[in-house]
């Protein structure tokens, strides 16, 4: 969506014929138009992001590369080679000059200087296939996997450079096909269990300690020094 004017919608498709690539609609999904075909070359459109700071600037990910336009979907031009089956894209909060991207093959790229050289920026996640990008309004990426070994939700509170694992243990290793960031809370469509959402910086439930003898006592915290929470404490 268009982030100035939320009757401009833009669509990506994944047909490998004429019909297919990427369509525009200008009345709020009413009618569309055909902006970039397939026989362009960015067949089975898989990803589409629209600058935040310019909405003229469109990126968009698809099994042949990444595509870049200018002019709202008018023009389209390869700013990341043929042959690169792309499926996740994130311009960076804070701005436009990098951008994240996920390569489902290989991994998740960043670059600094609007596509023009990309650095490999998941060496923490193992073997995997990534699979979607999102990017809160801190800055705090995020980015859902399928066929991993080691959980499928993953957190970079530091532009990319590290990664921490938050998925929820009881998924075990299935795929995480959707992901999105919204309003203080992440997203996730986890195959054949549903979405699911968390709160990305919670507030936490306080706890009053009432010190000395027979103060407050919580065998769980006080002797095994495990998390607590209040229904743990007694007098």
Not at 40 to 53: A, M, Q, R, S, T
Not at 158 to 176: F, P
Not at 225 to 234: A, E, G, M
Request: charged share 15%; aromatic share 12%.
């Amino acid at each position: 969506v268009d982030p100035t004017n939320n009757n401009v919608l833009y669509a990506g498709t994944g047909e490998n014929n004429s019909d297919g690539g990427i369509y525009k609609s200008t009345d709020g999904g009413n009618s569309w138009n055909q902006i970039g075909a397939s026989t362009y070359g960015y067949k089975n459109c898989l990803v589409i992001e629209v600058d935040k700071y310019n909405h003229n600037l469109l990126y968009a990910g698809s099994d042949n590369g990444l595509y870049k336009s200018t002019d709202s979907g008018n023009t389209w031009s390869s700013i990341l080679g043929y042959n690169t089956n792309l499926a996740g894209i994130s311009v960076d909060i804070a701005t436009e000059a990098t951008i994240y991207i996920s390569v489902m093959d290989q991994g998740i790229y960043k670059s600094i200087d609007l596509g023009q050289s990309w650095n490999l920026k998941n060496n923490t996640m193992g073997n995997s296939i990534i699979f979607r990008l999102a990017q809160d309004k801190s800055g705090t990426l995020f980015a859902g996997r399928v066929n991993g070994n080691s959980g499928n939700v993953w957190k970079s509170s530091d532009k990319a450079e590290s990664w921490e694992n938050v998925s929820d243990q009881t998924w075990g290793n299935t795929n995480v096909r959707g992901l999105d960031v919204n309003n203080g809370r992440v997203y996730a469509n986890v195959e054949n269990l549903g979405i699911y959402y968390a709160d990305i910086n919670p507030t936490p439930t306080p706890i009053v300690f009432i010190p000395g003898f027979g103060g407050s006592w919580s065998y769980k915290g006080l002797i095994e020094n495990l998390p607590t929470t209040n229904s743990d404490w007694q007098l």
